[in-house]
């Protein structure tokens, strides 16, 4: 059995991959009513894949017997300055996110909760390509500024992202 310490953090853990999947989702639905459909579309994709994220904690966690204690989820921001201020929401998100799984992964390690380490180490890759993804995107917005014709070509190229498998369930 895991020691409370860890559960609880597992469980905290759930619930901000819940709360990107939501904030995104706000995130999609503001680029949607702006007509930025690509930068829409690839952000309801994160959205979908940060719910994945979420439930693979939730399944690893009834794997381990341990109780899921799902937490209310804050109202997301509905309304951004700019659809470039999004994606550095995003990217802040994003950091947010490794920041406590690296918490995570320490706490595991020290609770010697061997199996969680593991099972942590896929979440610690895939928030070092999520925050390098974010980071591109960022850097692109900064550079085309408010040219309408690049906005135009970056709401097109996000458009291009394509579903990534999900990540399946508990090891």
Known sequence: MLSDKVQAALNEQINMELTSWYNYLAMSAFCEHRNFRGCAQWLR?????????????????????????????????????????????????????????????????????FAEVVELQWFISEQVEEERTARAIVAKFELIKDDPSALLDMDRELGERRPEPEPGGAA
């Open 45 to 113: 994709m994160q959205s979908d894949e940060e719910l994945g994220h979420a439930m693979k904690l939730y399944n690893f966690m009834q794997v381990r017997h341990c109780p899921v204690v799902l937490s209310a989820i804050a109202s997301p921001v509905t309304q951004y300055e700019s659809i470039p201020a999004v994606f550095k929401l995003a990217l802040a998100q994003e950091e947010k996110v490794s920041a406590s799984i690296n918490a995570l992964y320490e706490l595991a390690l020290n609770e010697k909760a």
